[in-house]
């Protein structure tokens, strides 16, 4: 499929400040692409260099293969849901929705009649004729997004669109907003610093640090194949161990952690015996064994004791320490034939099993401090 | 919202030890704040009715007892010529002060509001000088100004005299209201395709429109009234309260108090129609929700 955004090497400094440093990334038409990362990392930055509110001090920008980069804002065919959506305070919603239309010199007629079907579509008829200071902010979002949607933008630019709804209906506007791009198959990006949004909505995802790009991929590409140990930590939770190399043995690179050992599956490079390296492992990859319970040779099973427990609704996270610098967590499932009251108490010690493919093992652990979030 | 509201009112309502004192079931704190509300009210407006009263009455001295009921204070006010033309000199001072004020002051705000250069804040100091200094310094300083230029002194130079007073006037009101104004609405118009002139006209002015209309509104009141600036300024022509101030050194005639209670009630009128297009259109529409 064709890119239909493109951005060459493009740099951007506020002052002083290096808001984005050298970032190419390319969008496929049609795609739900999300740039991820926490605030002031550049993300919002390289959106507004999309929709061109931002004039890139290098590199150029290209939609439908078309450089855009001098173009202002009104010649590019995007359209942008702003954060808090700035809808205009002193038109109706009718007249927000309709005004694309008016300034591209529609008829009155015509707009009427596309605004009257936008506003079917969001179910908003009966506020027509109210201003956003009087809806709520779930419409006012609804009202933002058929007034960014009526122009047919070739690309849906979206400024952290959940950032004003609560966490209810936040869930709620990520399946409809994933279900309106499968419908109309239009290009959307999205910014964000919400890891779970990102995940459920996007089909590829960019994660932004400090400027730059440091992965793009798909949510389980990125989930499962973190590129470093920030994006392990960023996208979900992770165990981040410093480990020592022991040997290596036909694809298994052996590391000792504290008394235990824990192997991780060769992918690539592998580290020289005696360098310290990064272990990243999901909590709800360790599994929590019944004292007799026998692993394949190939597992890592893993000793510890229990520290504290977690209880969170449908699952519990028990944090084990298993004699390394930072304590292990566990996501341990809670089902039906299983509840919280069965599982072992603080200061028993058990045994877990991982498998080593679900070990990612980080060479250089010189740029980040290993962290774990709860 | 309305649930919140009730809620605050009951809470208040069963703590009338708090701040609502009462006795004998009369509400005491309502009751104090009434009297002085009207004493207020009052001494405000005791002058005025006063004004207005004598406009009305027969005796040509302006004192007590009232003598009668008349209209002909206002017939000698309408038919008296130089009143009229001192009248029609102030309207149109004030309005050509007005023009001149948003000429300069408004591009003055976006410009203070928008654009870094170098001496910026000295040059909003600047601005907002000529509002503190005294008419009567303003008034000489032009003075001297256009007698230095050979400019003869006419209706004009009080026009712009009053220009540069006022000037600030529009300034503050017009960057005041840019400072809280949200620049995403208008980066939202130019996203869907809205050409900076049309942002401006579509957006931007029906946003700000109210600090313009106000401003203007003050400027217009001011000038209208406006001494000091004017005694220096006009030429032969007479403004009207210069009018009234040359006139009531022989002692206040009821055709004064006429057209100051006309006076009054143009201005209520005009306050009437502010507060009618300055209402804020998302208020107006109502709360509902």
Known sequence: ?374 | MAIQQAQIANVRRETPNGWHFKWAGFDITGRALAVAAGCVLAFLYIPIVTLIVFSFNSNPITRLPLTGWTFDWYEKAFTNSNLLAALGNSLLIAAAAVVICLAIGVPTAFALDRYQFPGKVFFRRLVLLPITLPGLITGISMLNFFSMMDVSLSLLTVMVGHGTALTAIVVTNVYARLQRFDRRIEEASSDLGARPWQTFIKVTLPNIRNAIIGSSLISFTLSFDEIPVTFFLTGRDNTLPMYIWSTIRRGITPEINAIGSVIVGVSIILLLVSVFIMSDPVKKAGTGR
Do not use: W
């Open chain 1, 1 to 374: 499929m064709a890119n239909i955004v493109e951005i060459h090497n493009v740099s951007k400094t506020f002052g002083s400040v290096r808001a984005v440093e050298d970032v190419s990334l390319e969008i496929e038409e049609g795609e739900f692409m999300t740039i991820l990362g926490p605030s002031g990392c550049g993300k919002t930055t390289t959106l507004r260099m999309i929709g061109g509110f931002e004039y890139p001090d290098r590199g150029r920008v290209l939609l439908g293969g078309e450089d855009v980069t001098d173009l202002p804002p009104y010649k590019r065919p995007v359209n942008m849901m702003f954060q808090d959506f700035a809808l205009f305070p002193h038109m109706t919603v009718a007249q927000n929705i309709g005004y694309g239309l008016h300034i591209a010199g529609l008829s009155k007629s015509d707009t009427a009649k596309q605004v009257d079907e936008a506003l079917r579509t969001i179910e908003l008829s009966h506020k027509a004729a109210s201003r956003p200071a009087e809806l709520s902010i779930g419409q006012k979002q609804r009202v933002a997004l058929a007034r960014a949607l009526v122009r047919r933008p070739q690309v849906l630019l979206l400024d952290e669109p959940m950032s004003a709804l609560d966490a209810q209906l936040r869930g709620a506007m990520q399946v409809e907003l994933k279900h309106l791009h499968e419908q109309i198959g239009l290009t959307f990006i999205m910014v964000t610093h919400d890891q779970t949004e990102a995940l459920v909505m996007s089909d590829r995802v960019t994660v932004m640090d400090q400027g730059e790009i440091v992965q793009i991929g798909t949510p389980t590409e990125l989930y499962d194949h973190p590129a470093s140990p920030y994006v392990a930590n960023f996208l979900g939770t992770s165990n981040i161990l410093v480990a020592t190399v022991r040997e290596i043995i036909s694809g298994t690179i052996v590391t000792d952690y504290g008394p235990n050992m824990i192997r991780a599956a060769a992918t690539g490079k592998t580290p020289a015996v005696g360098a310290r390296v990064m272990l990243s492992i999901r909590p709800e990859k360790l599994r929590l064994l019944a004292q007799d319970a026998i692993v394949p040779e190939d597992v890592n099973r893993l000793e510890g004791v229990i520290s504290e427990q977690f209880f969170h609704g449908d699952s519990v996270r028990l944090s084990l320490d298993i004699g390394g610098d930072t304590p292990l967590v566990i996501h341990h499932q809670l089902s039906s034939s299983q509840g919280q009251g069965e599982l072992p108490p603080a200061g028993q010690t058990v045994n877990i099993a991982v498998d080593p493919s679900s070990v990612t093992l980080f060479e250089d652990i010189a740029d980040h401090e290993p962290e774990y979030r709860a």
